[in-house]
């Protein structure tokens, strides 16, 4: 009866580690998706409501949710306090913390964070491009995700399952 329940313990322990595997590869698709949602939200307050970037920063900052909301609040304050840093330097540091907290690789948060750069541009047309290149890379980065994820969730939660077998065959 013990090692039945051993072996159980093993098994739906390996199972879970292959949904864990599976969750966070789905947690980074639905991560970019998000991300995409905020360049949209920044992109219509530039092109439709002609607001800077700062400007945008501190109108995006009621419809996002936490911790997105406090790190565009905390971007229009520092920006406001005017202590000299550019508006990329204050993007770069605010949203830091908060996007280490998602599961994305760090080239998805350099594209995320180049639409910073834009801002340097004193042209709205410009950075409203500097945007859509960015929320176009990130649309690409999820439609390749999505075609090779379904296939590697199959096999994370299939190896989850048979490595543990294999433990419980193994130590039988």
Do not use: H
């Amino acid at each position: 009866m013990l090692k039945f329940a051993g072996g159980m313990m093993i098994f739906f322990g390996c199972l879970g580690l292959g949904f864990w595997y599976r969750g966070q590869l789905l947690g980074r698709v639905k991560a970019l998706r998000m991300l995409g949602t905020v360049l949209e939200l920044l992109e219509s307050e530039v092109r439709y409501g002609r607001a800077t970037l700062p400007e945008s920063c501190r109108n995006v900052s009621a419809r996002l949710s936490s911790p997105f909301a406090e790190a565009f609040d905390s971007i229009d304050a520092k920006m406001c306090e005017n202590t000299g840093a550019s508006f990329a330097e204050v993007f770069r540091e605010c949203l830091q913390g908060p996007l280490e907290t998602l599961p994305l690789k760090q080239e998805d948060r350099e594209v995320f964070l180049q639409v910073a750069s834009s801002g340097g541009y004193t042209d709205g047309q410009m950075q409203l491009r500097a945007m859509e290149q960015s929320r176009e890379l990130m649309a690409g980065t999820v439609k390749q995700l999505e075609r090779e994820n379904t296939d590697k969730c199959k096999m994370a939660v299939g190896l989850g399952a048979m490595g543990g077998l294999l433990l419980i065959i193994a130590l039988w």
